[in-house]
């Protein structure tokens, strides 16, 4: 396999994300309506938006997991660091790897702590270049990039289903550091979460800023303005307005975001 | 028992207080028909219960006085010599219908766990919805095929098709047999292995997806890990059916007495062996005593095998 993913045919702009009129059905349930948008690199942009106007749909377009559904259809064209990821050369593998997603409950495999973090590294290189020492590397920078590492580092090998929420989310991140991804997407990531896991992830994602293109669904206003450059407000499936998050939650151009982010609905 | 206190006999019309949302008022027939319903209930839990012992007592009864009262137990286990109705030496040596059974399970096991397995991923995991219904529908059928028309099935299709290729002048041998456990022992291991499967949370599937596994790493590195004690115990419960299975081996094994040097030498296995001889052993004879002991001797194995499988399921449902 050659990683000729996106990161080789990258030119620096600033964008990361582009959809063109991108159009999804469930079976004959249109969830996506010509959503065209621009999704800028190295930032975090939050998604927003009452429930069920097609937010988690939107976000797993990007690395088209929707497609493990038979029944799912999708036109348009979505380019991320200028490669279409539908063009027929485009290989899930590596599209996948190079687009890490986090979920919104906190997923770690059934295996231990060390193999959830090596879990990319063994499914995308040979074996021959997995040494024991550059596997242990691979885990302590991980879970030192996710604050982890002095918790975890005498239980390694403990089942990672054990660990608490909050770590569980944290090591979902961390897992995906060691193939280096350049893109995040997270979908309601702390919902599952108390405060203080909330506050802990948050931080996180601040330390991860401008190393990956970080993209957060969220039902929490506040986490959208604490949390995000710029904000993308969706209803019944199309792009409301697309804005700096400051911009978006301030002075809204939408009636409709307007009525939104003061919480008349949602 | 826990039944709502009995209503009490009110001042209202007791059609009004069936529905009344005051409290649990209900009719007294409603009442009393359920805590009878929750008896008989009851009662068929027990019954199976009192079954499984009785049966085992019964078993026990018919042996137990030949296994404390002359059989020689190290005769039992360790001689090859099972001559029962020999007028000058009769010899109870069940080394070689032990040795049949497990030679016979064993080969089974070596066919039917890859086969059984890797039926159960590929129908919970590979398959497209209207191929897995055909197909369990068909594996269904695979387990509701009599036993009687697969020793038919060994010694008309088996038989002459095991002579042919591999050039054995018998064909009612170990493989045979195997074979034919094999294909019965394959239906269970596939309905168990795939409700191990279709039990692991679907969440699992899609964070190794969204990793970039494919289908197949999902598999293994996920999957099988995940479900190993359902798929454990799906090997056990197979090997159970497989133990226990009479009717088949007998007809297909060859039934000669015999410690097999390959898979091409006919065997005779324990329960081949009740089979065939219990109906010709005089009741209460010494004879007729050994071959509860063998039943004995089976009803262990097979409970021990049905035991272990349980406490991994058991497992499962811990972790
Ligand atoms: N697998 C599916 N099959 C059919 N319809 C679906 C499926 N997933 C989502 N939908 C429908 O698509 C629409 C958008 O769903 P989606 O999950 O994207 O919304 P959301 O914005 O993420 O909502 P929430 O905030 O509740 O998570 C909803 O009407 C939902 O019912
Ligand atoms: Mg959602």
Redesign the pocket.
Known sequence: MTVATASAATDQEGTGIETRELCLW??D?Q??RSVTLSIRRGLITS?I????????????CFNRV?ER?G??RTTGEIRIHGKNIYDPDVSLVELRKSIGMVF?RPNPLPLSIYENVVFGLRIHRPRSELGKTKLDEAVERALGEVGLWHALKDRLKSPATELQLEQQQKLCIARLIPTEPEVILM??PCSALDVEGTRAIEELMWSLRGRYTIVI?T?NMAQARRASDESIF?LL?EIVEHRRTEDLFLNPRDQRTAEYVEGRYG | MNLPPAPVAGTRPLSVSTGSPRGPRRSRAAVLGESVLEWVIRLCGISAILFVFGIFFFVLREGVGFLFGGLKLGEFFFSTEWYPTSLSNVRYGVLALIVGTFSVTGLAMLIAVPFGLGAAIFVSEFCSDRWREGLKILIELLAAIPSVVWGFIGISVMNPLIQEVFHVPVGLNVLNGALLLALMSVPIMVSIGEDALKAVPDSFREASLAMGATRWQTVRRVLLPAAKNGLLAAILLGVGRAVGETMAVLMATGHAVNIPKSPFDPVRTLTATIAAELGEASVGSPHYQVLFIIGILLFTITFAVNLVADLVVKGTAKG
């Open positions: 469930y079976g349930f969830a996506l998604l938006g009452p429930s069920g106007c097609g937010k988690t749909t939107l976000l797993r929707n559904y029944y799912v919104q979908d309601e669904v039902h969706m499936g």
